[in-house]
């Protein structure tokens, strides 16, 4: 056959196999290469929430789209342009939800979870839906993994969910960190400091970028999250909300500080942190690893987050990590997954007898929980035995014809190729021997 004929050829098969659909833009399928990650933050995660005492909770991905106007805020990114909406048959107004926090304190509320023991301890892990322009750590449908310490504004408790977010860092191996934090007061303080920002920068309007100049009449704290260079430049003389903190909220700042040290974990205070969520108020931080330009996790205290729902005062913190950042970073760090055990066993079957009677031989193992593998569609010796290496089984059970009528099957070391012929009853106790 001609080499042009061969490129022919497989020119035709590619063009049989053209891909008609794709994930949506943004969103990404997680495929078994890189489950091992995920598993490993998932299983980090549950880790420290049942050392630290918190109980799992999951709340439904819809959510009614009121919650994150009142909660999140109409004024934001998140709520004016990032939502995926949807309508239910009954014209419900329902969104993928965009974060965690405030579908938690909705449930809290419905269930009256306040009847249980105060602070309540939660987390949760799942997708959130954000419609951003897709671009390396930005993604439309991404994971997080969040704990959220309801019920108290005891300083203390700012402390420790700051300490476990670095216990958690610490657990993935992701040991350099950079804790940023700062305070953005409460309703009072904060509506004061907002007149003394928007009093500074009255006559810069004009040499704002376009976001800013919305900002200054929407969320002026904003201006202070941007990154672009001419705003920046206005930024370093612009008024400080430490300075213009009330007395009880420095006090509170102040604690939060004095149990972190307590903790010895260092971080750095960011005046020009504020964090883009309207329910947040007092501490606010964000975790940075050193190789990643995005925050991994962020988080802080929303003690009005109850009452924009509706609800009584219920102080709150907390925090969330994007998981797909984690990931990230565990690469560049050279940290690896949860380790896939490699199967103990694999099954080898040779004709139509063996074929038959393997089905029973595999439920008795799967009975035993040895882990087995196989290769049932395939008939030779040869091509069986290549799959058993390549899964790096640690040995093959072969049952051929005369084992069969013998009622016998043989076990080959897959390292040694030592062979040995034993009574089929006796298979699950002479591999657990050599476990
Ligand atoms: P936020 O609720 O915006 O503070 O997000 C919490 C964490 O989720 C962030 O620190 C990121 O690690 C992660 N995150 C937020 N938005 C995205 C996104 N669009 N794509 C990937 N990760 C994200």
Redesign the pocket.
Known sequence: MSKSFNRKKSAKIKKKVKILFQSPKGMHDILPNNQPFFLKIRQVGEKIADIYSFSKIDTPILEQKAIFERAVGEATDIVQKQMFATKSRGDDQLVLRP?GTAPIMRAYLQHSLGHLSQPLKLFYEGP?F?Y?QPQA????Q?Y?IGFEIIGTNDPIYDAQIILLATNFLEELKIKKMNIQINSIGCNICRQKYKRRLLAYYENKQNELCADCRKRLSINPLRILDCKNQHCEIFKKDAPIILDNLCPSCKTHFRSVLEYLDEASLTYVLNFHLV???DYYNRTVF?LFSDEFD??????GRYDYLSQMLGGPKIPAVGV???I??LVEVMKIKNIEGITIKKPKVFLIQLGNQAKKKSIKILKELYNAGIKTTEALDKDSLRVQLKVADKNGANFALILGQREVLDDTIILRDMETGAQENIAIDKIIDEIKKRA
Do not use: I, K, P, T
Not at 137 to 140: L, M, W
Not at 294 to 299: D, R, S
């Open positions: 974060e959130m954000r951003e750590g930005r993604f439309r991404h997080q964090r883009g969520l964000e995005f925050a991994l996790g962020g988080g969330s990590f994007g797909e950042r």
